[in-house]
């Protein structure tokens, strides 16, 4: 019990954060390049490891089925260990376990008579930080779920497990390049090294699962645009005739605020549809210890209904 306490409280301390330095595979099948070396300031260690998550809010307008659906987001980063011989939270943590920035990030919103509720679990290490170690995401709604996941081992492994016939899949193995859902977690870790240019990039999961896309690398254009206030970074897949544009603070600790997905209304439709979200509030909280009837306080601080 002591040797973990003491490793808890020496990644508290001294935990550094890395990211790679852009590189494209021309045939996406070459090895990712070596970890770009980062030691982050003071106050990146202060802020992710004084033991509270940062806590997100958002105001949803979400396309589907060709129309907007007003809804909620939120976004719940937090540090903690990672086991990668389990691929989960490290409860008793060794020497050979990283310590990771986790993002779960959740859509709610309605379709008609019924609900949509959506979260993408990624895990992306602060030291040597290539791709995350594992994404994981599931939808539910009335007509059943899906529930896709990645592991980082040598390679990406995925499975799908969906209600819709013939989309499940195990054992899936892709090469291991960019994963969208590693843009919003490098974004708070370190903006000045997203990648831009024409990129091999695996789309986010949730845009895989509910357009029903295959998995794996597409080609982006991806730029970066940058004030003293905001900046904003977009992806654009020409072949799948979709972009994504993210804007956030130029300053630390590069809180996301808002953000639009634009994709075609349905499938083999021309017309476009654009779903976007807009920041409501952000607050610190140690969260998963406020689990009283007390604490419900904090969704009306934040928004969340």
Same mark, same amino acid.
């Given at each position: 019990m002591r040797l973990s306490f003491i490793f808890l409280f020496s990644c508290f301390l001294f935990?550094?954060?890395?990211?790679?330095?852009? *590189?494209? %595979?021309?045939?996406n099948t070459t090895?990712?390049?070596?970890?770009?070396?980062?030691?982050? %300031?003071?106050?990146?260690?202060? +802020?992710?490891?004084?033991?509270? %998550?940062?806590?997100?809010?958002? %105001?949803?307008?979400?396309?589907?089925?060709?129309?907007?659906?007003?809804?909620q987001a939120a976004?719940?980063?937090?540090?903690?260990?990672?086991s990668l011989s389990s691929f989960t939270k490290a409860d008793n943590p060794s020497a050979a376990d990283p310590t990771v920035l986790k993002l779960n990030f959740?859509?709610?919103?309605?379709?008609?008579?019924?609900? +949509? /509720?959506?979260?993408?679990?990624?895990?992306?290490?602060?030291?040597?930080?290539?791709?995350?170690?594992?994404?994981?995401? /599931?939808?539910?709604?009335?007509?059943g779920h899906v529930y896709m996941e990645?592991?980082?081992?040598?390679?990406?492994?995925?499975?799908?497990? /969906?209600?819709?016939?013939?989309? /499940?899949? *195990?054992?899936?193995?892709?090469?291991?390049?960019?994963?969208?859902?590693?843009?919003?977690v490098k974004i708070r870790l370190q903006p000045d090294n997203l990648p831009t240019g024409e990129l091999d990039i695996i789309p986010s999961f949730f845009y895989l699962r509910l357009k029903h896309v295959k998995a794996g690398a597409y080609k982006a254009n991806a730029t970066l645009t940058t004030t003293d206030s905001l900046s904003t970074?977009?992806?654009?897949?020409?072949?799948?005739? &979709?972009?994504?544009?993210?804007n956030y603070q130029t300053a630390f600790p590069h809180r996301i605020m808002n953000w639009e997905e634009t994709h075609p209304? $349905?499938? $083999?439709?021309?017309?476009?549809?654009?779903?976007?979200?807009?920041?409501?509030?952000?607050?610190?909280?140690? +969260?998963? &210890? &406020?689990?009283?009837n007390s604490d419900s306080g904090l969704r009306d601080t934040l928004g969340l209904k």
């Open positions: 935990t550094a954060c890395t990211e790679e330095q852009a *590189s494209v %595979a021309n045939d090895a990712p390049s070596a970890a770009f070396k980062y030691t982050p %300031a003071q106050e990146y260690k202060d +802020y992710w490891f004084n033991g509270t %998550a940062e806590i997100s809010s958002y %105001a949803l307008s979400q396309a589907r089925y060709g129309e907007l659906r007003e809804g976004m719940i980063f937090v540090t903690e260990p990672f959740t859509k709610n919103f309605n379709t008609g008579i019924y609900p +949509y /509720s959506m979260i993408n679990s990624s895990f992306f290490p602060f030291e040597d930080g290539q791709h995350a170690l594992k994404v994981a995401t /599931s939808v539910q709604e009335w007509c990645l592991r980082n081992t040598d390679k990406f492994e995925v499975d799908v497990n /969906s209600y819709f016939e013939g989309e /499940s899949v *195990s054992g899936l193995e892709l090469p291991q390049t960019l994963l969208e859902d590693d843009i919003w970074y977009t992806l654009n897949y020409p072949e799948l005739k &979709r972009s994504l544009t993210i209304k $349905g499938f $083999g439709s021309s017309e476009l549809i654009t779903t976007s979200a807009k920041l409501i509030k952000s607050i610190r909280s140690d +969260y998963w &210890r &406020r689990n009283n």
